[in-house]
């Protein structure tokens, strides 16, 4: 619960970010009190606040009186490069790569400019009825160093970048969570070798992921795309091969369209 702030130090467009910022995946509708609890606001402002984001369709209200995420903010969200320039024209590979696979395909951005806070963004993510359980959606943040598309990425980066991200403290996401930087900066050594990156039951357990990073676009920030298989079934010669396809078939259809 975010402590309590005076509303006075802060202009109208912090206030609209704090009280959006309150939503989260488990908790997508909040009535007016939380959302004051949950972002510091007084409960008048709050309230307030909430209407007027009602008004212009940035927030709505569900029949129980509650808040939630409004139409007009999706759509807007919509407009931007990661949907527009980048998941629109990789989704029909996506698809592509979901058949050949049958597993779960997701792709990600470096979301983040400083080294020391920055996550993998995934932007599009394709599941079915026999695909593993994952902790993925779209719009979702995961750590780079735990998962398959972030190692992808921090294989990308150059040293001064990963000096800068390994001043940061790794968290163990699961007892196999790699979180020493000499064996992290062994396996991201073995990853540029092998022109793609893996995971095994570092995020989650019982999966296991295999990722390839895009080539650099104008316009986008770093991507990578992957595929989340149960370790049981997970067959890295033959996924690696299929996935690294993909993210030289999406990187040549951006910088086409781009």
């Keep these: 619960m975010a402590g309590r702030v ?3 130090g802060d202009g109208i467009l912090a206030r609209t970010a704090r009280l959006l910022g309150a939503f989260t995946e488990d908790d997508t509708e909040l009535s007016a009190a939380q959302l004051a609890d949950r972002s510091g606001l007084a409960r008048s402002t709050a309230h307030r606040l909430a209407r ?27 407009l931007s490069p990661l949907s527009m320039r980048l998941r629109e024209p990789a989704l029909p590979i996506l698809e592509r790569l979901y058949e050949a696979s049958g597993e779960n395909v997701h792709l990600a951005v470096l979301d983040g ?10 932007v599009a993510r394709l599941t079915g009825e026999s ?35 390994f001043q940061r403290t ?25 022109g793609y990156a893996s995971t095994k039951q570092e995020m989650t357990l019982g999966n296991y992921s295999v990722a390839v990073p895009l080539g650099e676009v104008m316009g986008l920030p770093p991507a990578a795309v992957g595929v989340v298989s149960h370790l049981g079934r997970s067959d890295e010669r033959r996924l690696a091969p299929i996935v690294a396809r993909a993210a ?8 086409s369209v781009g």
């Design 6 to 8: 005076r509303d006075e």
């Design 52 to 78: 007027e984001l009602t008004g212009i369709g940035f927030l709505a209200r569900t029949d129980s009186g509650a808040y939630t995420i409004g139409t007009t903010l999706w759509e807007i969200g919509e």
């Design 113 to 122: 400019d400083d080294p020391a806070s920055a996550v993998a963004l995934y």
């Design 170 to 194: 790794l968290e163990r996401e699961t007892v196999f969570s790699v979180t020493d930087e000499r064996r992290l900066r062994a396996e991201l050594a073995t990853a540029r070798r092998l």
């Design 131 to 165: 695909s593993i359980p994952t902790l993925t959606r779209m719009g979702g943040r995961l750590p780079l160093h735990a998962t398959g598309v972030g190692k992808a990425l921090l294989m990308t980066r150059d040293e001064a970048w990963l000096s800068r991200y």
């Design 248 to 255: 030289r078939d999406i990187t040549a259809k951006l910088r």
